[in-house]
């Protein structure tokens, strides 16, 4: 199975070990980390146990992270995947840098790993869950077709909850 996605203009490939510190400058970004990780800055260390994870999720579930690169310049767009919790759905996941916010690249990115998804692993489901005031997140999981499916206020901060389920007619 060929875990490299790509789409007009993005790259995407699953995020390694070696990717670390660009992976933490990401996820460290002041715009990036405020809805990703509730405005708090995660160590080095965290960022490459979240990587790990991801690896040993691609072994076992052939799924986790990818970093999203622009195709032309092979730029840090951002990143985009699933994290699992236990034998739970798994849950859509996105971030993009702020220098290219607006110009469609979280739809993009996400897109491509929500087909994988369906289409690749022929996984029944997909959940995400959003910040409430996210609302340009809140329109990419609308634009991908989920559908919201609840609320809840977690830790103080109002969540939305979105699904989509594979479509029969996808081989």
């Known amino acids: 199975m060929r875990l490299e996605l790509e789409t007009s203009r993005l790259r995407l490939q699953p995020c390694r070990i070696e990717d670390d510190k660009r992976v933490h400058a990401l996820w ?8 990703l990780f509730d405005d708090r800055l995660i160590s080095l260390d965290e960022a490459r146990s ?7 999720h691609f072994a076992q579930h052939g799924y986790g992270l990818w970093l999203v690169l622009a195709r ?15 034998a739970e759905t798994p849950r859509l996941i996105y971030g993009i840098h702020p220098d290219f916010w607006g110009c469609g690249c979280a739809t993009e ?11 690749g692993l022929a996984l029944p489901q997909v959940k995400a869950d959003v910040d409430e005031p996210n609302v340009a997140s809140v329109r990419v999981l609308e634009k991908l077709g989920m559908r919201r499916t609840g609320r809840a206020v977690v830790q103080g901060r109002p969540l939305l909850y ?8 996808v081989v």
């Not at 979240?50 to 040993?56: C, G, N, P």
């Not at 032309?72 to 236990?86: C, K």
């Open 109 to 119: 990115a996400a897109g491509a790993v929500l087909s994988y998804a369906f289409e």
């Open 72 to 86: 032309d310049t092979n730029q840090l767009v951002g990143f985009a995947g699933f994290l699992r919790l236990e």
């Open 50 to 56: 979240f990587i790990e994870r991801s690896l040993a």
């Open 28 to 35: 460290t970004n002041a715009c990036v980390r405020h809805f």
């Open 162 to 169: 979105f699904e989509k389920s594979r479509s029969l007619d």
